[in-house]
């Protein structure tokens, strides 16, 4: 599976976001997909996870009621509406696709393939 994300950019506080995620291949309906980010000099953290079908999602304590987590299986596609972008929210964005139980959606390392990122820049 190849991810290409897209839809980062400079954008001031309080603004909003929509990144994508679009997937080749067939199997986009096997994989839970997660969105992670890392900031310069932190480590990779997790943001949110849908499962194959759209009907579960979760997010991180720190995007709850901000952002929201998407997914059109015809399109072989994901999405991260972010809202309410605060300046600690600049990192580089990164989707996910895991064949894992959704037990492992919030573990990095339990992701079997990434996107290249794209970088989210909120100025205050």
């Known amino acids: 599976v190849k991810l290409v994300a897209s839809g980062g950019g400079l954008v001031q506080a309080g603004g909003s976001l929509r990144l994508s995620c679009a997937a080749s291949?067939?199997?986009?309906?096997?994989?839970?997909m997660g969105w992670f980010r890392q900031a310069p000099g932190k480590e990779r953290e997790f943001v949110a996870a849908?499962?194959?079908?759209?009907?579960?999602?979760d997010y991180a304590d720190s995007g709850k009621g901000r952002f929201t987590i998407s997914r059109d299986n015809a399109k072989n596609t994901v999405y991260l509406q972010m809202n309410s972008l605060k300046p600690e929210d600049t990192a580089v964005y990164y989707c996910?696709?895991?064949?894992?139980?959704?037990?492992?959606?919030?573990?990095?390392?339990?992701?079997?393939?990434w996107g290249q990122g794209t970088q989210v820049t909120v100025s205050s």
């Open positions: 996910a696709a895991n064949r894992g139980s959704w037990s492992t959606k919030a573990v990095w390392y339990e992701y079997d393939y």
């Open positions: 291949g067939r199997t986009f309906t096997t994989y839970l």
């Open positions: 849908i499962n194959w079908s759209g009907s579960t999602t």
